[in-house]
């Protein structure tokens, strides 16, 4: 009678510590698929916050780039001139709707990549009118070199309004924008000269036509093939740049400058000659022309020449 009633305490006794055991093993699984689901969740929110900042700084750099561009327009406009007052009116009022545009830009709170692109597309808008006018005006005043000298002291001006902007650019984070150096594009065995007007090389002031720098852009396995745009910057001796046509900028080492040309290339990884060429639209001073290759936010080579005074 005793011996059974110790199997029957015995069996009971088992039942209840496997029962405690299968809690036991629930309860653990149950607690780590919590802790991998909340684990998961802050990887998730992790991931997301990092795109997030991503996308503020790329907004950020998209705004800035708008706001340069419709400066920049705004300082144009002034620098246009006529004796037609009708044109004048009409240049007077684009003018005001450039302005109304980069204060709705200014003012604006939310930010969004739809909402830049028809920024975009309204800058697109008024630089087509605003290249109109510039046809119309020099085809009134016969000459657009004419026009350049009329309006040297608006050009200042736009100067200081470019420096404005090179500065609050240098304050858009860095984050994302510098690349190894093994991927950086080399310009080899640069050559700048200045042309007269029958593409003979020449090197007195009165007789340059244009300049024209010519380099081979390096073999480079690392690079991804395909189109690029190389700019060439061509700085005078007073350490001004020359401009290109359209006012446009590049970024060098995280810094929005002024370009003086730039030529599209297929790169398929292999070294490749070209040569870049600069419409000179103005009376030149003696002394040493600097050469600046641009590529990728970096100057991958440089050259110089001296232009000696004109004698006659």
Known sequence: MNTENFDHNLTDSNGNKNRSNLFYNIT???????????AWLY????????????????????????ENNLENMIAEYESLQTDNEEVNQELLSEKERVQELLKKLR????????????YEKELGTMRKIMRSYIVQIDSLNQSNIALRQENRQVRTKYK?????????????????????????????????????????????????????????????RVVE???????????????????????????????????SAKRDLEYNNEAIDMCIYYQVYETLPPGVYKFEIIHGNHIIGTSQMELKKSIF
Request: hydrophobic share 35%; with cysteine; aromatic share 6%.
């Open 43 to 66: 990887y998730t929110e992790k991931e997301k916050n990092k795109v997030q900042v991503q996308e503020n700084v790329a907004l950020n750099i998209t705004k800035d780039s708008l």
């Open 28 to 38: 653990l699984a149950i607690l780590t698929l919590a802790v991998i689901g909340l």
């Open 160 to 220: 200081d309004v470019q420096s404005q902007n090179e500065e609050l650019t240098t304050k858009v984070e860095e984050a994302s924008q510098k690349v190894e150096v093994a991927s950086i594009l080399r310009a080899l065995n640069v050559v700048s000269v200045g042309l007269n007007e029958n593409g003979k090389e020449r090197n007195r002031t009165k007789q340059i036509n244009k300049f024209r720098a010519c380099f081979t852009i390096d073999q480079n």
């Open 107 to 118: 003012n604006e709170r939310y930010y969004s990549r739809s909402k830049f692109k028809e």
């Open 225 to 259: 093939a395909g189109a690029k745009t190389i700019y060439l910057r061509i700085i005078t001796p007073a350490d001004f740049v020359m401009e290109n046509q359209q006012l446009d900028s590049v970024m060098v080492n995280d810094t929005k400058v002024m370009y």
